[in-house]
């Protein structure tokens, strides 16, 4: 009987730990009506109408705006390759089309100097407000950048 709750209260204290691990806070810009959401340890660095960083030990995520009408889901790959070139990015690992929430956007997975990241365009379906985002992480938090990623939302201000 001592073994059985030892047992359980070994699991219990497992599933506690692991759930509060991956505790998930939201996030917003209000300057862009954008929100997503982070690991509830993230702390806010940058947030002003040109840029949004906030990070934690092992995961850093940017924002850019582009206010851009004439941008259409044709030039998200293009966009993308031609950030990842910018930001000399050496190694891109995959590219694919995405669709979440308020959003279409194209992404691509790539590394540099052993920093790992998900480069992502967002082209927002109801507003000119267009987003470049980084999400920069460490060995072993690939699934939580791409969580990141796929939590983006647009809302009105």
């Known amino acids: 009987m001592k073994f059985y709750f030892s047992s359980l209260f070994t699991m219990l204290s497992l599933f506690l730990f692991s759930t509060a691990v991956q505790a998930q806070t939201d996030m917003e810009w209000d300057t862009h009506g954008v929100g997503f959401s982070v690991p509830d340890n993230f702390k806010i660095e940058t947030n002003n109408a040109e840029e949004f960083t906030a990070s934690n030990d092992n995961l850093y995520l940017s924002i850019l705006p582009i206010q851009d009408e004439t941008?259409?889901?044709?030039?998200?790959?293009?966009?993308?390759?031609?950030?990842?070139?910018?930001?000399?990015?050496?190694?891109?690992?995959?590219?694919?089309?995405?669709?979440?929430?308020?959003?279409?956007?194209?992404?691509?997975?790539?590394?540099?100097?052993?920093?790992?990241?998900?480069?992502?365009?967002?082209?927002?379906k109801e507003s000119s407000t267009n987003l470049l985002v980084v999400i920069v992480y460490a060995d072993g938090y690939e699934n939580n950048a791409i969580k990141i990623a796929k939590s983006f939302y647009a809302y009105d201000k």
């Open 71 to 124: 941008i259409t889901k044709d030039d998200l790959a293009d966009a993308v390759d031609a950030f990842a070139k910018e930001l000399q990015y050496d190694r891109v690992q995959e590219g694919s089309e995405i669709d979440i929430d308020d959003f279409t956007g194209y992404y691509i997975k790539g590394r540099k100097d052993h920093a790992n990241a998900v480069l992502l365009a967002l082209l927002d």
